[in-house]
């Protein structure tokens, strides 16, 4: 690719890392209109928390709100009852949804164009965390050019630099192939590990959620309750087949499983 | 450069083919050069009138290129509008598409008393057979954009205006282009429709025009070389905005196949 923009005398801090509030979700209740102007309900009595700085993972299957828990937080719906306590929060949906007119770099920083920073001053902010982030030389490659794995960087990186103190990540992997999607964890808990942030991640990967989570909830079938809750306090970097994490492994997948049956 | 020539050579080779098989059946068939005149004597025909073809040219020219912008500034601002206000959608919608039944020699005579016998009752016409391709087009092409990019994008806390400006317009951009090529591909013949069909000064003279007048007068090889000049225009301008497109939308370029 093309050589580096130019070099900054300035220092390109990205958005700080604002330590955030604690997430609170009590007795949260969600349901959708269906076409037919059925409701559906999709979270029932949902009651969760999050420490600030921490990683929270909710799996559950397919349909049982996950995404929806993200919309409420991201103040993106409204629930039918129940109370959100959030600081204010970005989404980062499933597809990557870069823009293809713009380059890596720009998409990275659209958030900084939002704020109302010129192009040249979102690039000079972004430029730094870019690199950082092992997206070295991808600055002007478009979308397009970009492999799943990198534009999901990308995405990522779009997130963060948004400075949100809480980030919502709806299977942010689960497009990938599964030696890039493992690939993807590393390079995301090693990311989180330098920029701390609150994160909720969705995920139905039980190994994605006890590989980066400090704690797990389970989710059952629609509507949406938690049926467990797991504190993971093992230390990390955690490997895929430490005999803690096949033990947790086990742990979350029979709760689902008893999930699925209840 | 070599590639471009490379490129042109089909083109350019069965035209050639084309002409040769006209040149032949015009020679050996024993019609009328009043009914088919040969590409020779078309230019003849061509080389003899230079200066008055040329005149004539130049003022069709200024129409299909005036019209056309007039066509696509309608056009782009009545897409906006609709997409951003389903009231609109609803109310001015069905008219736009009623608008393109309407035989333009019914309106003529009052565009005339409008706006007099010059230039701009033809640029309407054009306009109003032009902004549809670009207004349906460009309507899709805003719509385009995935459903889940609003909802990404407010909580990157972008206005409605920002949404607009950063997702839907780019978005819509090659949708636009290509009805732009399409209004293009339809505004030759507008400006013929335009010249022939509004009442028109005797000294305000186009392409179009001539044609009528040419071939009422039996100076047929002398239509045929004014319609020659508006094939070759109506084939550069859509080229020119082949080009254009490559400039204002990169992204959109699809990489070329290779042949061998």
Not at chain 2, 235 to 246: H, I, N, P, Q
């Amino acid at each position: 690719m093309a050589t580096e923009l130019q070099s900054h005398p300035e220092p390109a801090a990205p958005a700080p890392a604002a330590p955030g509030a604690d997430v609170r979700l009590a007795h949260l209740s969600f349901s959708y209109r269906t076409e037919r102007g059925e409701q559906l309900p999709a979270l029932c009595d949902l009651t969760l928390g999050v420490g600030a700085g921490q990683t929270l993972a909710v799996v559950g299957p397919s349909g049982c709100g996950k995404s929806t828990l993200l919309e409420l937080l991201c103040g993106l719906a409204t629930p039918a009852a129940g109370s959100i306590q959030a600081p204010p929060a970005v989404l980062m949906p499933q597809r990557d949804l870069l823009l293809p007119w713009l380059s890596a770099l720009d998409n990275a920083a659209l958030a900084l164009r939002i704020a109302g920073l010129s192009r040249a001053q979102a690039r000079r902010r972004a430029h730094d965390l870019f690199c950082e982030l092992g997206l070295q030389g991808f600055q002007r490659a478009r979308p397009r050019e970009l492999s799943g794995g990198m534009r999901q960087r990308v995405a990522f990186l779009r997130t963060l630099l948004s400075g949100k103190p809480l980030l919502c990540l709806d299977e942010p992997f689960g497009a990938l192939d599964a030696l890039t999607r493992g690939e993807m964890q590393e390079w995301l808990a090693a990311t989180l590990a330098r920029e701390p942030r609150t994160v909720v991640l969705v995920t139905h990967d039980v190994e994605e959620a006890i590989l980066l989570a400090d704690r797990v909830v389970v989710l059952s079938q629609r509507p949406g309750r938690v049926i467990a809750d797991l504190a993971l306090d093992a230390p990390r970097p955690r490997g895929r087949t430490d005999a803690v994490s096949v033990a947790l492994r086990e742990r979350v997948l029979g709760e689902l499983a008893q999930g699925m049956r209840r | 450069m070599r590639a471009s020539l490379r490129s042109a050579a089909p083109a350019v080779l069965l035209a050639a083919g084309l002409l040769g098989a006209w040149e032949l059946y015009a020679d050996t068939s024993g019609v009328e050069s009043v009914l088919l005149p040969a590409p020779h004597e078309v230019a003849s025909a061509m080389w003899s009138n230079r200066g008055l073809l040329a005149h004539n040219f130049a003022v069709t020219a200024q129409e299909v290129v005036l019209g056309l912008a007039l066509a696509l500034a309608a056009g782009l601002a009545l897409a906006v509008a609709i997409h951003l206000s389903p009231l609109l959608r609803r109310a001015v919608y069905p008219l736009a598409v009623g608008s393109q039944a309407v035989p333009i020699p019914v309106i003529g005579v009052l565009l005339v008393f409008w706006w007099g016998f010059g230039l701009l009752p033809k640029l309407v016409v054009i306009a109003l057979i032009c902004f549809f391709p670009v207004l349906v087009t460009t309507i899709d092409g805003l719509a385009s954009v995935d459903p889940e990019q609003p909802k990404l994008l407010r909580t990157l806390d972008a206005s409605r205006w920002q949404a607009f400006r950063f997702a839907e317009l780019p978005a819509a951009l090659p949708a636009a282009l290509s009805g732009a090529r399409i209004a293009l591909a339809v505004g030759v013949i507008g400006a013929f429709i335009a010249e022939t069909s509004t009442p028109t000064s005797a000294a305000y003279a186009g392409l179009g025009r001539e044609i009528v007048l040419d071939a009422g007068g039996f100076q047929t090889p002398r239509a045929y070389a004014a319609t020659v000049l508006l094939f070759v225009f109506a084939v550069a301008c859509f080229y020119s905005l082949g080009l254009a497109e490559r400039r204002l939308a990169p992204w959109n370029i699809r990489p070329r196949r290779e042949t061998p």
